[in-house]
């Protein structure tokens, strides 16, 4: 392991076959542990993580919620794009050694690794949700590809403190992983006081398909969509089926050179709205202003483009190439190869 001037990698450490511990006292601001290869250790070694955990006070606290446990509320007013927190992760599992390891041998080498933690670093990941370690891994987990397409690449890395931050169907926050930094942006505004969530899954399925996937977390969704009238939880499911309906026949007659309606791109985003997809907006925003300027209408295909550059920096981050087109269609649609195409 690579070592720094100011603290040492520690490792590899308690090996079972290729895969041993690797630990840091103060990377990413608070310390890691990684169960992994040599080389991907390596690769973690020489990456960048940013953790703004110490540098500002959060505009967030903890707080207590019935049936739901710990959650996070907003302190102060969050706007829509505003980065609420960036974290590094506490722990990085590689992926198959985490389901293909025998249970006791796993257990074993988990609570070795959690160990190595800063006690402070500790006491926050064994306050996440589960009875086990292992069960905290898998259920507050999220996925990182740490070496490209190779076998070895995918991990499970926690992030504790976003373990915290309860599920909604419709949530105000969106999160990326950028680098093995986990961010989490406000997609709407948010008002001090409210509860803080994200989806735990993708919220583009209608509800009795929501709540199979969320089984895997051994609770039923209440959040406010999932407990609306009978009436409003059809509308919504009918909601989602047209989004998907008029998708499809958009990218149809697109594709094929057919007639589109002007218009078309732009009722999607309204559906889009209705259905409070906040956090889905930067795909339906950028195919509306494409079809705006085919048709030639300056003003639209400007404020649509512009609203879809916003969206996808909040999805996809700063670099987000999708995005910087986006940007050179709002501020010249007329130069844009899409402009009158349709005309």
Not at 183 to 208: F, K, Q
């Amino acid at each position: 392991m690579p070592r720094n001037s100011q603290e040492e990698w520690e490792g590899p450490d308690d090996c079972v076959e290729d895969h041993c511990i690797f630990s840091h006292q103060t990377f990413g601001s608070g310390g890691l542990v990684m169960i992994t290869t040599e080389r991907v250790a390596e690769i973690v070694a020489a990456s960048h993580v940013v953790d703004d955990s110490g540098s500002k006070a959060p505009p967030f606290r903890t707080a207590q919620f019935p049936g739901k446990g710990t959650g996070l509320v907003a302190t102060k007013a969050i706007r829509k794009g505003e980065i609420i927190m960036q974290r590094a992760p506490s722990l990085l599992v590689q992926l198959g050694m985490h389901f293909e390891l025998a249970p006791e041998v796993r257990d074993r080498l988990y609570t070795l690794a959690v160990e190595r933690l800063p006690v402070l670093r500790q006491q926050t990941f064994m306050c996440q949700m589960g009875d086990s370690i292992y069960t905290k891994v898998d259920r507050n987990a999220f996925r990182l590809f740490l070496d490209g397409d190779r076998e070895q690449s995918p991990h499970l890395g926690s992030f504790p403190e976003i373990s915290m931050i309860n599920h909604d169907c419709r949530p105000n926050v969106h999160y990326r992983i950028e680098n093995m930094t986990h961010i989490t942006v406000a997609v709407r505004d948010i008002l001090p006081g409210e509860e803080l969530t994200i989806s735990y899954i993708h919220g583009m399925i209608p509800r009795h398909e929501r709540h199979e996937r969320l089984s895997d977390w051994g609770f039923t969704c209440t959040c406010p969509h999932c407990t609306m009238s009978p009436a409003d939880l059809a509308a919504s499911d009918a909601r989602l089926q047209e989004i998907k309906r008029l998708e499809d026949d958009l990218e149809k007659k697109l594709s094929g050179g057919e007639t589109v309606a002007p218009e078309a791109g732009g009722d999607i985003v309204k559906l889009y709205q209705d259905e409070k997809l906040y956090g889905y907006l930067g795909h339906a925003y950028t195919r509306a202003a494409l079809v705006y300027s085919m048709f030639g209408n300056l003003e639209k295909a400007k404020v649509y483009a512009a609203e879809a550059a916003d969206a996808l920096v909040r999805e996809f981050g700063a670099h987000s190439k999708d995005a910087e087109a986006m940007r050179k269609l709002a501020d010249n649609p007329t130069e844009h190869w899409s402009w009158e195409v349709k005309l």
